[in-house]
């Protein structure tokens, strides 16, 4: 073996030993990591008029009131009364669950649509008005038609 296929050799496994290092390393990093979900607690979900069931779909966003009434890409609240959205997406068995984001900027709300999760968040609209609300979560082809307006009147 001559000089300079030892050379060769040493700077092969030099390299070698850095990447397996490093993997053995990065698998002990991500076995660390705990595959928990932060569940909401569903005992403590309130139910009545001001709760709002949120379901984030492929491709709409259906919202069912109190009363079983669902209406799609738009919903409608009483000014100065405080809501519950209890928001999920989906479960879509057998196919593809995906994730949303339910993001109503004026309102400074923002919450992700998670199958099989519930995630609650509450709200008083002080003004009456049309607010845009959003999926900002890419969840597919037609991820731009879940868009609409939630309504505020007195
Ligand atoms: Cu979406």
């Not at 705990?34 to 491709?59: C, F, H, L, M, N």
């Not at 709200?123 to 879940?146: D, I, L, Q, R």
Request: glycine share 8%; with cysteine.
């Amino acid at each position: 073996m001559n000089k300079k296929t030892k050379v060769e050799l040493m700077w092969i496994l030099g390299v070698i030993a850095v990447l397996a290092v490093s993997m053995v390393w990065n698998i002990m990093l991500v076995d660390n990591q705990s595959a928990e979900i932060a569940q909401a607690d569903t005992g403590k979900i309130p139910t009545g008029p001001y709760v709002i069931d949120v379901v984030g779909r492929q491709w709409d966003w259906a919202f069912t009131n109190y009363t079983g009434n669902t209406t799609y890409d738009a919903f409608t609240v009483q000014v100065n009364h405080t809501y519950t959205l209890v928001i999920t997406s989906e479960p879509n068995p057998g196919s593809t669950a995906v994730i949303h984001s339910l993001l109503i900027p004026q309102m400074g709300l923002q919450s992700y649509a998670v199958p099989g999760q519930t995630n609650v968040i509450q709200f008083t609209p002080t003004h009456v008005g049309a607010y845009y609300f959003v999926c900002v979560e890419y969840c597919g082809e037609y991820h731009y038609t879940m868009r609409g307006y939630m309504t505020v009147v007195n």
